[in-house]
């Protein structure tokens, strides 16, 4: 897609490690459009952080990072690191789970806002401390002239993400990566955040990448979403159909295993077991092992290819679930 | 309480020996210190000749083939005498670190376990202890004992002590903090459980480096105070009492001082290599793969 | 060690409550000053239930936990175990307390001691309190633990980390089941765990229950599995309760301000519904606990508050039968946020 501001494909990590190579991402596509919200759901160890740290060249020195990245229509991975890094810095912002570890404890919160614009933009000290409190004050921190000077201790675990968000969009990035970004925070203060986020994608036209592992907030941010398994997507399409008529029998069960409010108190439907090790990934369909459907011995040895189902609804099974949406 | 047992899981032993293999600088230290030990053992055994053989008519030979270290200013075999000293270089080390082992460790557990005043009244005394400067302290310990290898030992123990009381008290502060050591109180086991069974064996790694590094100053230290004439008494060999012998002939007898001192010089760096490569090895903050694993989401 | 305990006879208290905290207060000096982690805090566990008690970071859920195994101090108040009062108990009285209330930790990781097996873990309560004579009786016991939770037995030689989050939550389970405890504290139990596991472990946890007739204090953040697990829950908000009831009351009819915001804050997975909904966003963060507001401790964030909230201190008064809520506009300020 040509006017994707970030698109990846056959995306594949390989983490060297003690045990040997570990297979983190592998042959992942996906892309997100200006304005629009891509949310990449999975459990941990789904590869759904690394496919995104490895596009935008922040895997691990360990990792081996093949496939296409393409940021903005250029070519990213031929880039050299140096062209890479004034890139991303410009282009890309980031927001991640732990605001604190995200902060310097040692600089106000005003000067690692301010950072950003002096080295990418070319602003001056003055200009990007004024910048700084307008970002701070985009971002909904109260009376955001006297707190520019304040330190990141000073701050609530909320309002330490908001300063974080105003950090990443300190360039006027063109894409937001969000990893877990509110996992850390408390169901009223994530109300908040993603308040926030929407409201500025809104008015920037930014395209937002978030990761998490709740289906409850990608329902509410997403347009399209892709769900990981053992470091492949299983399902992707837009949210109204992945929801609706979830095509993966892994899907299915995500959405069921989460207590339905007002339902009472019933059994939950659990998936069997625990995601496989990256060291020691069945050779089939990963998910086979765990599968309440089960298939055949083609699902035991035969890698399931993604298919489309319904326009850009596509799942990675040789058995999709009933479009009526069984299982829920 | 009994003797604290240190006992780090198999697992990590196995992978600290793993390691040890692969690094060609630990594996020379621990050949080396092999090497010692059997000496220190079978030392008497093996000695081409008797340390107190006395004869007038070699003395202060050069090395040669009879004697590949020549002899001494009365005709002793130096080779012999040093491979017989061994045994008391290891004896010293062994004996002295083992004092320190059990006192540090023990007053480092209390200390940093009941905290408040039990931690800031030993604690100082370890303060106090580790203000002076080793051998001087040791040189007044053996002052008020009288000289030998016995008071020796001690003195070097009680020296040692306060750095083993620091290593231990600091784990103890971390590991007390733990979510396991709360699990261990909710489910009512006593303090003394919990310090010999959860404490106690999460700390050991940094006691285990702590032990080797401390074995060679133990060493040297014992070498320091048989060359000040306040340990081993002659005739009876050690490296550190030939070392001061030979100082009276470093022009023409210098084999009387340098084998002697390479001995002690060998020695503590193969203590200190395999316990430089044992911190590497034994170090917390390395992540198994698993947690490695959790950290890539 | 001697042998030969303090010897503490428990009795089953009056109409079946297993633990009763009356007033309870615990405060933490620090050099930001006191902190009032729990600030007048009343409740009864009774036999056989789940108590569910749901709230944010700093609301004090954890603490109110601890005390019940007296490991958190009361500073005043008074915690009451099997018909007896506890508050005052010596250590090693404390020790016996310890076996007749269970605790199941949030992250399964780091409450099993990394250096132990899985056997030893799930054999410690049993040792600690001598109710086993032999190691070999010991050893059919962590079997039929191993069993109960759904282990296999050639677990019991493996050391936590070679197994996954909800296998090691399953051992912290079987840890807890070992004394027999008269109640099982589970503070946020499945926070840690990925989503599959946390219905893995919710549906166990159910299912001992049923079958071993155990007695839950189920503390949580995370409102629909309070809701999910209880048979009543409790909301409490910096250091206080604020409603109380079964589950489908605080869901259907919120009666304090902060339960409904708290209720329109966690997202359904549903596109429409997200789609269409109207949050409450609260504004700011939750005040410090060194330095409650005056009168309600909610009204600083309350889209509802009213002058008189700054002066009266609700208290905790029925709405509906076993329905109670801490707001002087119980139920009509929800209306009223609904409305506007």
Same mark, same amino acid.
């Given at each position: 897609m040509s006017d994707a501001v970030l698109a990846v494909s056959g995306l594949t990590v390989t983490i060297g490690t003690r045990r040997g190579p570990a297979r983190a991402v592998a042959g992942v596509d996906w892309s997100v459009q200006a304005g629009q919200t891509l949310a990449l759901v999975g459990e941990s160890g789904s590869g759904k952080s690394m496919s995104v740290l490895a596009a935008t060249g922040l895997a691990p020195r360990a990792a081996r990072v093949t496939g296409s990245v393409r940021l903005l229509g250029s070519d990213f991975t031929a880039l050299p690191a140096d062209r890479r890094r004034r890139m991303r810095g410009r282009h890309v912002g980031f927001v991640f789970q732990d605001p604190m570890t995200s902060l310097n404890p040692v600089l106000s919160v005003g000067r690692q806002v301010a950072e950003a614009g002096e080295e990418? !933009?070319? !602003?001056t000290r003055r200009a990007a401390r004024t910048r700084a409190i307008e970002l701070l004050d985009l971002v909904g921190i109260p009376s955001a002239a006297q707190r520019v000077d304040a330190y990141p201790h000073q701050f609530s675990g909320g309002m330490r993400q908001r300063v974080v968000i105003a950090m990443a969009l300190a360039c006027e990035p063109d894409l937001l990566i969000a990893d877990e970004p509110t996992t850390a925070l408390d169901v009223t203060t994530q109300a908040q955040i993603v308040e926030l986020v929407a409201d500025l994608q809104q008015r920037l036209g930014t395209a937002v990448v978030w990761i998490t592992h709740d289906l409850g907030v990608v329902a509410g941010i997403a347009d399209t979403v892709a769900v990981m398994y053992a470091g492949r997507i299983v399902e992707q399409g837009p949210v109204e159909a992945v929801f609706d008529r979830p095509g993966h029998p892994y899907t299915s069960a995500l959405l069921a295993a989460r207590p339905e409010p007002g339902a009472g108190g019933g059994d939950l439907v659990t998936i069997a077991g625990a995601p496989p090790s990256p060291h020691d990934l069945p050779a089939g369909c990963a998910f086979w092992p765990r599968?309440?459907?089960?298939?055949?011995a083609r699902c035991e040895h035969e890698l399931p290819p993604l298919v489309p189902v319904a326009g850009a609804h596509h799942v990675r099974t040789f058995y999709p679930q009933r479009p009526d949406g069984e299982g829920r | 309480m009994s003797a604290p047992t240190v006992s780090p899981s198999e697992g990590q032993l196995r992978r600290a020996a793993s390691a040890l293999r692969h690094d060609p600088l630990a594996l020379t230290g621990a050949a080396v210190l092999v090497l010692l030990v059997v000496v220190g053992v079978a030392g008497p055994w093996l000695a @081409?000749?008797?340390?107190? =053989?006395? =004869?007038? =008519?070699?003395?202060?030979?050069?090395?040669?083939?009879?004697h590949p270290f020549g002899t001494d200013e009365l005709g002793r075999d130096v080779l012999s005498r040093v491979m017989v000293a061994a045994r008391v270089s290891l004896q010293v080390g062994a004996v002295s670190v083992g004092i320190a082992l059990l006192a540090g460790v023990t007053l480092g557990l209390f200390a940093g376990y009941y905290r408040g005043w039990v931690d800031n009244l030993l604690m100082r005394c370890m303060d106090v202890l580790f203000a002076f400067p080793v051998l001087l302290l040791a040189v007044a310990i053996v002052a008020v004992l009288g000289p030998g290898l016995l008071t020796a030992m001690i003195a070097i123990g009680v020296v040692y002590t306060p750095i083993f009381a620091r290593v231990t008290r600091a784990g103890v502060l971390s590991v007390r903090e733990q979510v396991f050591v709360r699990a261990a109180v909710s489910i009512g086991a006593s303090d003394l459980r919990i310090m010999r069974r959860h404490v106690l064996p999460n700390i050991a790694a940094p006691l285990i480096v702590q032990t080797s590094l401390s074995l060679a100053f133990a060493i040297l230290s014992e070498a320091a105070l048989s060359f000040l004439g306040l340990g081993v008494q002659p005739p009876a060999p050690a490296w550190g009492r030939m070392l001061y012998d030979g100082r009276g002939f470093?022009? =023409?007898?210098?084999w009387l001082g340098v084998f002697p001192g390479a001995a002690i010089f060998c020695t503590v760096l193969a203590f200190n290599l395999v316990g430089d490569a044992l911190r590497d090895v034994l170090d @917390?903050?390395?992540?198994t793969v698993n947690e490695a694993r959790r950290s890539t989401g | 060690m001697k042998r030969g305990e303090v010897q503490v006879p428990m009795q089953r208290g009056s109409a079946d409550v297993v633990a009763e905290l009356d007033d309870l207060r615990v405060w933490f000096p620090t050099s930001a000053g006191v902190v009032r982690a729990v600030d007048g805090v009343s409740l009864q566990v009774r036999r056989g239930e789940t108590l569910g008690l749901v709230g944010e970071s700093g609301s004090g859920k954890s603490t109110t936990g601890l005390a019940l195994l007296r490991l958190v101090d009361p500073t005043t108040g008074s915690v009451r175990v099997a018909g007896q009062d506890v508050t005052g108990w010596s250590r090693r009285q404390l020790r016996a307390l310890r076996r007749r209330v269970a605790m199941v930790f949030q992250d399964p990781q780091a409450s099993l001691?990394? +250096? +132990?097996t899985v056997g030893s873990s799930i054999a410690e309560p049993l040792i600690v309190h001598r109710l086993v004579d032999s190691s070999a009786a010991r050893r059919r016991r962590v079997e039929e633990l191993l069993d109960a939770v759904g282990l296999r037995r050639d677990l019991a030689d493996r050391h936590p980390h070679e197994l996954s989050g909800g296998q090691r939550q399953r051992v912290g389970i079987a840890r807890a089941l070992a004394g027999e405890p008269d109640l099982i504290v589970l503070d946020e139990p499945i926070a840690s765990l990925d989503l599959s596991v946390q219905a893995q472990i919710m549906n166990l946890l159910r299912g001992l229950q049923r079958d071993l007739g155990l007695t839950y204090l189920f503390i949580a953040h995370d409102l629909a599995a309070v809701e999910h697990m209880s048979d009543r829950m409790a909301v409490m908000y910096l250091g206080r309760i604020v409603e109380s009831g079964t589950p489908a009351q605080i869901w259907r009819e919120p009666a304090h301000p902060y339960t409904a915001a708290l209720l329109s804050a966690i997202p359904v997975a549903d596109p429409q519904v997200e789609r269409e909904r109207r949050r409450v966003i609260l504004s700011g963060d939750i005040p410090s606990p060194v330095d409650p507001p005056s009168g309600c401790r909610f009204r600083t964030r309350c889209p509802q508050a009213r002058p008189d909230c700054a002066e009266t201190d609700p208290a905790l008064v029925e709405v509906a039968a076993g329905h109670r809520a801490a707001c002087l506009y119980a139920g009509e300020a929800v209306r009223a946020m609904r409305v506007s």
């Open positions: 990418h !933009l070319g !602003l599968c309440p459907v089960r298939g055949d | @081409p000749s008797g340390i107190n =053989d006395v =004869d007038v =008519d070699r003395m202060l030979q050069a090395p040669s083939w009879a470093v022009t =023409d007898a210098w @917390p903050r390395q992540l | 001691d990394p +250096r +132990r």
